[in-house]
């Protein structure tokens, strides 16, 4: 089997896994609500409206699994979503950063869930970073990527609302995003390029997130 049937084959057991069952399992505020381990975990993370939610909907077929929140930066907890029947993986929804208008200590509360989650946990396989098509890396996103380096997280760039910006303008900010990664030595060198509106890459993502939960 070459690269490319092993690809599609992969697309096509991740299609089948996310139409079965995907349940909401928990919030956790705080490490010590965290779920028992004991199965791989992908986690997401992004700024706050960076499209977070509307990318899981996508991956996961469901119309609400993740709740879009008008209020970006709302959801300051880790959300825990069981995917498959058994029990294969856990998709883990970060909560939001760069909400400016929180105040000092929510943020501090925040950065330390994040980092100890990043730091001590055996069941993270990979952490997805979203970063909007239409702004590429800002400041925001880079300070995450340095979090993500001295965790040693292995992580994939996502860009989301690819569909929002011109196709010259997107080569252009995928370039720069690839640029940026090779700096970082916890992320992989691909880039992701989707749009959950129009469905632009999500099978492509939903594999990779699948062939991940099995390193």
Not at 13 to 33: E, N
Not at 85 to 107: I, T
Not at 139 to 166: F, N, P, S
């Amino acid at each position: 089997m070459d690269m490319e049937e092993e690809q599609a084959e992969l697309i096509e057991q991740a299609r089948k896994l996310f139409s079965g069952p995907v349940t909401f399992l928990k919030s956790a505020p705080a490490l010590k609500f965290l779920p028992d381990g004991d199965v791989p975990e992908i986690a997401f993370c992004g700024r706050s409206n960076v499209g977070k939610s509307s990318l899981l909907n996508a991956l996961t077929g469901r119309k609400a699994i993740a709740r879009t929140s008008v209020t970006p930066g709302r959801t300051q907890e880790l959300n825990f979503f069981d995917v498959g029947e058994p029990l294969q993986f856990r998709l883990v929804d970060m909560p939001g950063y760069g909400f400016a208008k929180a105040p000092p200590s929510v943020v501090e509360t925040w950065r330390r869930l994040v980092r100890d989650y990043l730091r001590g946990r055996v069941a993270l396989k990979r952490t997805l970073l979203l970063v909007d098509a239409r702004h590429g890396v800002k400041t925001v996103d880079a300070e995450m990527m340095k979090m993500l380096d001295e965790a040693a997280v292995g992580y994939r760039i996502v860009l989301t609302k690819a569909d929002k910006i011109k196709a010259s303008e997107l080569e252009k900010v995928h370039a720069e995003t690839i640029a940026e990664a090779r700096k970082h030595p916890a992320a992989y060198p691909e880039v992701h390029v989707t749009s959950s509106e129009k469905g632009l890459g999500i099978a492509e993502l939903r594999g990779a997130v699948f062939a991940d939960s099995l390193t």
